[in-house]
């Protein structure tokens, strides 16, 4: 049996959550693509909204972006799933990032700390949103829990 809640009460909220999250990667995106377009594709970059960023990472965040975006649009469970794994994948890159964060040959994102803690933050709101976002009719989505649990709201 599924322990995630299936027509949450909030997940209007949520979905604009993770419609928040994916509007701040565009628009971190695009000004630092307007930041960084005379600067190098990789390498230590320059700081936008407080940021560590580079060409490379702004081209990820924009993409990640438009694709959180685009499943909150389109709704139907597809963001569900989407938030799940590009939240996860955010954070299997901030930690990637922490690691090497004192290096300048592997830093490739051009991340600071300022930078793993946004990354860190923007996963585990995708991930929080996926868990409650959930949808299904009703006749599939179960009792509510005081009714299972025999009581009366």
């Known amino acids: 049996m599924a322990h995630t809640p299936v027509n949450h009460p909030l997940r209007p909220i949520y979905r604009i959550v993770g419609f928040i999250v994916g509007a701040y990667l ?4 695009i000004i630092g693509l307007i930041a960084t377009s005379s600067e190098a594709f990789t390498g230590p970059g320059v700081r936008v909204l407080g940021q560590g960023t580079n060409m490379l990472w702004s081209i990820v965040c924009l993409a ?3 694709l959180v975006l685009l499943g909150a649009a389109v709704g139907k469970n597809i963001d569900v799933a989407v938030d799940k794994y590009l939240g996860w994948g955010l954070l299997v890159l901030g930690s990637y990032e922490l690691c090497v964060l004192r290096t300048d040959e592997v830093n490739i994102f051009g991340f600071t700390m300022s930078t793993v803690i946004v990354t860190y ?3 585990l709101l995708l991930i929080t949103v996926s868990l409650y ?9 179960g009792a509510p829990r005081q009714v ?3 009581r009366t709201a």
Do not use: C, I, T
């Not at 565009?26 to 995106?29: M, N």
């Open 26 to 29: 565009v628009a971190f995106g």
């Open 121 to 123: 933050l923007a996963g």
């Open 133 to 141: 976002s959930k949808s299904a009719p009703a006749s599939q989505a």
């Open 64 to 66: 990640l972006g438009a």
């Open 148 to 150: 299972r649990e025999g």
